[in-house]
């Protein structure tokens, strides 16, 4: 064989290794990394998130959670702390799925901070296996079974989890159908802690909040502290709109099909992330536990807790009995409008999986 076809047939196998790795990192990938206990998302290459499950925490999350434009929008303690953060509610770890009271236990609040006298009444929530990763190239899919563990080592629930990664240019969604079978009589007890949580960066947080005293769903305090303002550290600009005009801090226990919270950093790099329920949820549209020290969460089963004039829902399901959530988180890289988010809220409502 001569040198100049040995050169030419390196330089093919060069060239097809190089456009399969090409190929490779377009599109939503999703890949699972089961011996590191993460599944990792990435956009033409660039990370979007991950689906991780450490020994550290007390249930599967997605995080960070990465913007079109490269910009984490999720706080990064206690898994990754950054400068200026607050650091209270080390339960609130990126975008998670769960609730405060559910038999009497309690798998919101659980997490390594709990003290050994509080961990008999907390819940945690134990990934039993991927059972699909797809990439594709507007969107990518995870599917995962858990199973929601209460306090005396008793499994409660069967969940499965139905994640939907998409872009629509520098757009990003993530959709999150959960379905939760009773393995025993299950009570979701009316309650203020739940159903889907994101804790946001310190720059989406409200100008408005200047901490106090939250309690849990045992009566348990935690205090948070004003946030630092330091040098460097990018200040608090994050505004909530629902789609029923309501604006700011007020927006905390009102009820609306959606919810937006727009904030921009120190380089002026503005983010809308938008949470929109879905017409087939228990109690749409759904209550909103928004905070301004950076909870954004939807809570459907917390009826009485948010207007005491209501009765307590207390959402039940006897043993094989199923419920489904379907919730849609999108992350614009620009201040979206109510036409435009209402728009997309027509979307979600009117797909069926």
Not at 161 to 182: E, Q
Request: glycine share 10%.
């Amino acid at each position: 064989m001569t040198t100049v076809f040995r050169s030419t047939i390196l330089a093919a196998v060069l060239c097809c290794v190089g456009a399969s790795a090409f190929a490779a990192s377009k599109g939503v990938q999703v890949v699972a990394d089961a011996a590191n206990r993460r599944v990792d998302i990435t956009i033409d290459g660039q990370p979007f998130t991950s689906y991780i499950w450490p020994a550290t925490l007390k249930k599967p999350v997605l995080y960070p959670i990465v913007d079109g434009d490269g910009v984490t929008i999720t706080r990064g303690w206690p898994l990754e702390p950054r400068p200026g953060e607050r650091t209270d509610h080390p339960h609130h770890d990126g975008l998670w799925f769960n609730y405060s009271n559910v038999n009497g236990f309690d798998f919101w609040n659980n997490s390594t901070a709990i003290p050994a006298q509080r961990a008999p009444k907390m819940g945690t929530i134990v990934l039993d296996k991927i059972v699909a990763a797809r990439s594709g190239i507007t969107q990518g899919e995870l599917i995962s079974n858990s199973t929601w563990i209460d306090g005396q080592n008793h499994p409660i629930l069967a969940e499965t989890s139905h994640y939907v990664f998409g872009r629509n240019g520098s757009t990003r969604s993530i959709d999150l159908i959960v379905t939760l079978t009773a393995l025993d009589h299950v009570v979701f007890n009316d309650d203020k802690d739940g159903l889907l949580g994101l804790r946001v960066a310190r720059w989406l947080e409200s100008p408005e909040e200047k901490g106090g005293t939250f309690t849990d769903a045992n009566g348990n305090a935690t205090k948070v502290a004003e946030a630092a303002n330091l040098p460097g550290v990018a200040p608090p600009t994050g505004e909530y709109l629902t789609s029923e005009g309501v604006k700011g801090e007020a927006v905390w226990s009102t009820r609306a099909r959606w919810c937006a919270l727009t904030g921009h950093d120190e380089s002026g790099h503005t983010v809308t992330i938008a949470i929109f329920d879905h017409p087939g949820n228990i109690g749409y549209p759904t209550y909103w536990h928004a905070r301004g020290y950076g909870l954004f969460a939807v809570n459907p089963l917390g009826r009485h807790m948010f207007d005491p004039k209501q009765p307590p829902l207390d959402y039940t399901l006897e043993k094989g009995q199923s419920a489904t959530f379907r919730y849609r988180i999108v992350i614009y890289t620009h201040a979206a409008t109510p036409p435009e988010l209402n728009g997309e809220a027509d979307a979600f409502a009117a797909q069926k999986e």
